[in-house]
């Protein structure tokens, strides 16, 4: 276990080294994002979409015994800026980006791939894994506020059902408790479930083995570690949001 982590710490290492020595795959790390976006972008709208929907329906019984159900526009927006939209975002790309990720490295590291691409001095950890940790760690936290968007649309509709509410007056009763560090919060949070993800996919697939084998472990591993991961660091990042908040 030991081993394990030392070898997880050099391969971090070796990857804040490499993100800022030349040359800089500028064009590999843009056609990464797309593909990630990608990937990810129907999966996600759907899943906002019904989230927005299921949250909205579910809370309107509560505030409803209490009358206050002019505040549920404020708190659909409150919990998926704060909570559901980086974890659904985190979640989902874990699952579709994560996996693709370590199946691609792996069965490019059993059929010597990888061993090709250092034989034509082409630094394969820059080009490979460089990338696609920067494409992850740019990408999802875009995702993130576009899931929010999507689960505001989604909530809109089911109050739209029950109550004569304009889409102007519902974002903006929605945003309205929204706090700076809210935003700060949920970019801060995005940015490192993205670069978890990406760091994983990658280790996992860049050090496969056992052929065909190795490649199912590799993108396994790398969706269950990954979401194991992302639950760990939003359990810390809310504690520490919560000690700014007091």
């Known amino acids: 276990m030991f081993y394990e982590l030392y070898l997880v710490y050099q391969f971090i290492i070796k990857f804040f080294k490499e993100v ?18 990608y990937r990810s972008l129907a999966l996600i709208s759907l899943t906002g979409f019904i ?18 159900t002019s ?6 927006g409150i919990a998926l800026l704060r909570t559901l939209a980086p974890l659904l ?25 990888i061993d090709a691409m250092e034989v034509s001095a082409t630094n394969p950890f820059k080009f490979l894994v460089v990338s696609r940790v920067l494409a992850t760690t740019i990408t999802i936290p875009i995702l993130t506020f576009y899931t929010a968007l999507v689960g505001l649309l989604g909530s809109f509709v089911n109050v739209a059902m029950f ?24 970019t801060i949070k995005a940015i490192l479930f993205g670069f978890t993800i990406g760091m994983v996919g990658c280790y996992q697939g860049f050090n496969s083995s056992k ?4 490649v199912g472990k590799a993108a396994n591993s790398s969706v269950v570690i990954g979401m194991f991961l992302v639950f760990i660091e939003e359990v810390l990042a809310t504690q ?6 007091t």
């Open 20 to 37: 800022f020595l030349p040359p800089y795959e500028g064009k590999e790390i843009m056609r990464q994002c797309y593909q990630v976006g």
């Open 51 to 68: 989230t927005g929907i299921v949250f909205t329906k579910q809370s309107r019984p509560s505030l409803a015994e209490f009358g206050a």
């Open 71 to 76: 505040w549920l526009p404020s708190l659909v």
């Open 89 to 113: 975002t985190a979640l989902i790309s874990a699952g579709k980006v994560g996996s693709s990720i370590g199946a691609e490295l792996g069965s490019m590291k059993v059929t010597e791939q």
């Open 163 to 186: 109550e004569e509410t304009s889409f102007s007056g519902f974002i903006s009763s929605s945003l309205e408790s929204i706090t700076f560090l809210d935003i700060i919060a949920s």
């Open 211 to 214: 052929g065909t084998e190795g």
């Open 240 to 245: 520490i949001t919560f000690l700014f908040r």
